[in-house]
């Protein structure tokens, strides 16, 4: 097995003045990327993830323990790795302000040193998969957060790197610009097999991106496997929230669904239940069967509710 | 590249014309007005440091020029706080390409080039008014010597810059030497009391920017601690202090990402 990432016990601590004491950012982490694999990685703010990335891609060296990414340890070869893995910090720009988004596209290409032909062709393939043409031209500070979001992935993604590494590349966007951007992610990497690494506080990106869940919490590993394993194994319930055309006093639930709350006079209707227990399709025909439902959502548990339950949990 | 590097920021400070003109029209008028500090001076005393007031433009001129060379590839520079700060050196230290390049290139400010053609101006005039008489030797410094002055400028920004690794907010501290040593290579460093022209001869190499070029040149005595032979030291000083300087800046790296040193 050929690892895409390689951390064998790492620690990094940070020195602080006055008072002066050593912070633990990330406290004997072991990590194993498959190539090709897509890893969520995710935690509380604090948890460590922004050190551990800065570590993946040669910012910031550990204080113990060994990291290879590509076959390459990062600080000594930052450069030559930098050719290998595309990363987006989510909140902060790799794209030249004041010139057009093609003219920050046209320097990477040549800070990689592509071919002209060959970034011809990856440009046009980015501009098609994440729909910059209407924006093309427009200098970056004009951009929209959403615009710029898919410019900063593209100019990641320029360099058809092996590892992508992101970090919160969907914070602050809109649900449409979000699917736009999953959309692409996912087609692109089944064209090119790339490894993906993915931080984020959103878990539906993970849902849609990635095969595996990493949970972080106090720089160690608290949670590795899939996301519906993590939520089957904490039985953290699931709500749905109906809201009904009628007021309607009770709902007849199956065993192991309850009501946690009735409002607006009967409308509306809170219903945990455990995943491992009921569909919410099977709930649903449940509920119409009783009443007639004018609306309906569902709301998953927050990652950081997860990461409490797993220390909630622990002995 | 390192082509397109700098020629998409040419290319994007030239798009707003106006603006370009405007700022470089003001570094020209800065240039100027700073002249004419010394112009102040010598209208009362008939020599300034042992130089006469055309003798003083040389000088001038030379430094300016010198020092506008360095302030367009690396002026920037003492902004790398700012950019350690707000995280925006990391974007830099994931890409291929040296960093020390990319922050020449990212804050190239062509404005500055106001300064260079006042200076580069003022220092050819003024030599032909000194009566310049030239050797093939001389002439070939007369040429080189904006150009080494502007390696030896350029070597103090990138070590006060790179002091700025340790220094939390150090763009203050790093322009006392940039600026300063700017303002030093403007007047004759005879002007100075010893220690100050020690300093700037010997550790800060200001004078030999202008200063001793120019006292070979016009073929002229030099002061104590400044010998007129001293005008050819620049080439290997400007060597010297751009590997001190590539030394710190590396080591400021590497201390940045906790690799040691």
């Known amino acids: 097995m050929t690892w895409a990432i390689d951390l064998q016990n790492i620690t990094r601590e940070f020195t602080v003045r006055r008072p002066r004491r050593v912070v633990r ?20 703010n604090g948890a460590g993830k922004s050190t551990t990335i800065k570590m993946l891609t040669g910012i910031l060296m550990p204080t113990r323990g060994t990291v290879r990414v590509l076959g390459r340890r990062p600080v000594p070869e930052r450069r030559h790795l930098a050719r290998e893995i595309g990363v987006v910090f989510g909140q902060r720009s790799q794209l030249w302000w004041d010139l057009p988004l093609r003219d920050s596209f046209a320097i990477l290409g040549s800070m990689h040193r592509l071919a002209p032909s060959a970034q011809a062709a990856r440009l046009a393939r980015l501009v098609e998969g994440l729909d910059l043409a209407p924006f093309l031209d427009q200098p970056v500070r004009q951009l929209s957060l959403g615009q710029r979001m898919r410019g900063e992935v593209a100019a990641a993604l320029l360099h058809s790197p092996r590892l992508v590494v992101l ?10 610009s979000k699917e736009g951007l999953r959309r692409f992610l996912v087609e692109d990497r089944a064209e090119r097999g790339t490894t993906l690494l993915l931080t984020t506080h959103d878990m539906a990106d993970v849902e849609r991106l990635c095969e595996r869940i990493v949970v972080v919490s106090d720089g160690r590993t608290a949670y590795d496997g899939t996301l519906a394993g993590l939520r089957d194994s904490l039985r953290t319930p699931r709500e749905l929230v109906v809201d009904l055309a009628a007021p309607l006093g009770v709902l007849e639930l199956p065993e192991g669904a309850q009501t946690v709350a009735v409002e607006a006079g009967g409308i509306r209707h809170r219903i945990r239940f455990h995943a491992a227990e009921h569909s919410a399709a099977a709930l649903l025909a449940r509920i119409t069967a009783q009443a007639e439902v004018a609306d309906l959502s569902m709301a998953e548990p927050a990652i950081e509710d997860l990461v409490r339950e797993i220390f909630a949990r622990r002995p | 590249m390192v082509r397109t590097l700098y020629g998409s920021r040419i290319r994007a400070q030239l798009s707003y014309r106006a603006s370009f003109a405007a700022d470089a029209g003001s570094q020209a008028l800065l240039s100027i007005i700073e002249f004419l500090e010394l112009w102040v001076i010598l209208g009362h005393v008939d020599t300034f ?66 300064r260079f053609v006042v200076g580069i101006a003022m220092y050819i005039t003024a030599l032909v008014l000194a009566g310049f008489d030239p050797t093939p030797a001389t002439m070939v410094l007369a040429i080189l010597a904006p150009v080494i002055g502007g390696g030896i400028f350029s070597a103090l920004f990138v070590m006060a810059g790179a002091l700025q690794f340790w220094l939390i907010d150090g763009r203050e501290f790093a322009n006392a030497f940039t ?15 010893l220690p100050m022209r020690a300093l700037f001869t010997f550790v800060i190499p200001a004078s030999l920017v202008a200063y001793a070029p ?17 005008g050819w030291l620049g080439l290997p000083v400007a060597l010297l202090a751009w590997m001190l300087a590539l030394l710190l800046w590396r080591a400021g790296v590497r201390r940045y990402t906790g690799a040691g040193g």
Do not use: C
């Not at chain 1, 982490?29 to 995710?42: H, I, K, M, R």
């Not at chain 2, 600026?179 to 009391?193: E, R």
């Open chain 1, 25 to 44: 950012a990330v406290d004997d982490l072991t990590l194993q990327v498959a190539d090709g694999e897509a890893v969520g990685f995710v935690g509380a």
């Open chain 1, 167 to 176: 970090d919160e590349p969907t914070i602050g966007l809109d649900m449409i």
């Open chain 2, 49 to 114: 440091g042992g130089l006469t007031l055309v003798q003083v433009m040389v000088v001038f001129g030379l430094a300016s020029a010198a020092f506008a060379i360095a302030d367009l590839a690396f002026g920037e520079i003492d902004g790398l706080s700012t950019y350690i700060r707000s995280g925006k050196l990391e974007t830099l230290l994931v890409r291929p390409v040296p960093l020390l390049l990319q922050i020449s290139s990212l804050d190239l400010s062509l404005r500055r080039l106001g």
């Open chain 2, 179 to 193: 600026y300063g040593g700017n303002y030093v290579a403007q007047n004759p460093a005879a002007v100075f009391a």
């Open chain 2, 214 to 230: 120019t006292l070979v040149l016009l073929d002229l005595p030099g002061p104590m601690l400044v010998p007129t032979w001293a």
